[in-house]
C-alpha cells in the first residue's frame, strides 16, 4: 500500500496525444521542459504538452559542457545569465533532484595585453551588475589551478584571467531529468518520439500543430528547439537570421582529482573542466561550416589536445574515451532571439549558439510568463526577434572560448 504514496521517480508513461492544449511546446530539452515546468510553478497553467522528436534531452540539452557562469560582456547578457544562475542555484532542492551544481568557479585565461584588457572590462561590467568576476594574476590561478602549466615558456604564456567564483559546472542530464519530472509531477503531458511535420496557420496565428502521431490544436505554441529552430520557425513561417554549426566536445577517462575550477582559453579556443566521474571533459571551437551532420572531425581530437597539452601536459598519456558533436544556432551578435514573433500565439527560445543550457532556468521563467501574462519580461525585451530589423544589436562576440 505505501508504494502507491511513494513520489514517482521519474515521469509517467506517455499517454495518447490530446485533440487541443492550453501550450503545446516543440522541444523536449533544458528549455522546453523548463517552461513547462513554469507554467504550472508560477501561473497554474498545465494543460500543456511537450513534443519531443526523440527522447527527453536527446539534442543539446544533452550534448554541452555543462558550464554555468554569467560574467558576460554586455549589461544584458550579464544580468540575465545571473538571474539563471541565482536560479541554478536553488533548483536541486526545489525540483528534489541532485543536480550535482557544483560551484567551483571559472577562470578565463588572458594570454597578451589585449585578452587582459577585454578580461577587466567584462569584470567591470560584471561588477557593476554585483556579479562576482575580476581580473587574477599568475599567483593567484596557481593556487586555484595548481596542475595548470604557467610557466613563461608555455607557446602562450597565461598573463592573468578573469575569475568569476559562481560558475561552475551541473550534471546536464539531471537538469533535463529534474525539469521533466517536475513539469510531470505538475500535470504537465510529455510525449517523446513525437515530431512535429507541421504547423498549421489562419489569420497570423498557429492554429494546430501536425505530428507524426496526429494534428493537434494549440492555444499557444513555443519553438525551444535549440539547432532546429530554422525548420521549426519555419514551419510557423518565421524567418530567423540564423546559421547551424557544429560544436564538438570529449572526455577522457576518469582520473583521480586534479581540477578543481573550469578552465577557457579563449586565444587557444579550449575550455577543460574535471567532471564527478574524473573525466577531464575538453571542448573547443565551434566548426566553421554549416551543418546538420553530428559527426565528429579528427582534426578537432587533434586540436584540442594539443591545446589542453600546452596547460596540462601531465595528460599526455591519458585516453580519450568518448567525443560527440552538438548544433549550435548561431545568430549575428551570439545573444539569443527570445519572446514573441510576428505570428500572434508563435514565441520563440532560438539563436543560442553555445549559451543555451546556462540560460534554461532563466527561459523557462520569462517565456513562462510571457505566456500567462502576453507581455515581454523586461528581462527579455533585449533579446526580441526585432532588434535585427531596428539595428539594436546586443554583442556578445568573443565572450566564449568557442571562435565566437
Ligand atoms: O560559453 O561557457 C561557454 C561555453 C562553454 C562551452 C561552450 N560555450
Known sequence: MRELFRPRRMWRRQQELKSSYDVVIVGGGSHGLAAAYYLKRDHGIRNVAV??????GSGAAGRNTTILRSNYKTPEGARFYDQSVKLYEGLSQELEFNLLFSQCGHLTL???????????NRAEVNRQLGIDSRLIYPEEIRRLAPAMRLDQ??????????YHPPGGIIRHDAVVWGFARGADRGGVELHQNTEVTGLERANGRVTAVRTNRGTIKAGVVLSCTAGWSSETCRMAGVSLPITTHILQACVTEPLKPLLDVVVVSSQMHVYISQTDRGEILLGAEIEPWTTYRMQGTLNFLQEVCRHTLELFPQLERVRILRSWAGLCDLTPDYSPILGATEVENFHVSAGWGTYGFKAAPIVGKTLAELVATNKTPELIAPFALERFYED???????AAAVSH
Open 51 to 56: 513534443l519531443e522528436q526523440r527522447y527527453i
Open 392 to 398: 539594436r544589436l546586443v554583442s556578445e562576440l568573443a
Open 153 to 162: 615558456g608555455a607557446t602562450f604564456p597565461v598573463m592573468g584571467a578573469l
Open 110 to 120: 588572458a594570454h597578451s595585453d589585449r585578452a587582459m584588457f577585454v578580461m577587466a
